[in-house]
């Protein structure tokens, strides 16, 4: 059974930071950089109003999240701004489920052209997800109308439907 994606809440953060910090910097560092980006007291370079994160969770163990927000960085709308799974769970669809969930939220915001800055492993996942390439380091979706469309056929492959 795939796990539950809702969005996220203050009660999240402490999880949310544990699996930040598995790959890079601390707990107390993600603790303090997620709960400021998620409830205001930080704002990402040309934000706009407007910014979410949904976790994938099974029973009451977060397994990843996502997050993104409404900008015009780069002749954007959105900004995919994190997206991890805790390494035990990777390859079973969990991306997927988070990526189809944010795609959602950027189509009910009428945010078309969605920018990620990946770090090199992620850029083949991006890709897979439809991103391209829009400069050397970022990726873009130009339309989150077909990054959704792309999540849910990739999900329901995943899932045998």
Not at 27 to 56: M, Q
Not at 122 to 136: I, P, Q, V, Y
């Amino acid at each position: 059974m795939p796990p539950t994606v809702r969005e996220a809440t203050e009660a999240d953060v402490p999880a949310l930071a544990a699996i930040r910090s598995r790959e890079w910097q601390t707990e107390d560092y993600w603790n303090v950089r997620i709960f400021s980006y998620l409830f205001g007291d930080s704002s990402p370079r040309r934000l706009l109003s407007g910014r979410t994160a949904f976790v994938a969770a099974e029973n009451s163990t977060i397994l990843g999240f996502v997050a993104g927000h409404l900008t015009n960085r780069f002749d954007c709308h959105g900004e995919l701004e994190w997206i991890n799974v805790i390494p035990e769970k990777r390859g079973q669809g969990i991306v997927g489920q988070l990526i189809e969930r944010m795609a959602a939220w950027f189509v009910g915001q009428n945010a078309v052209r969605i920018c990620i800055d990946p770090d090199e492993p992620a850029r083949s996942l991006c890709a897979k997800f439809g991103a391209t390439s829009l400069n050397r380091h970022w990726m873009v979706w130009e339309d989150s109308r077909q990054m959704l469309a792309r999540a849910t056929e990739i999900n329901r492959k995943n899932l045998g439907a």
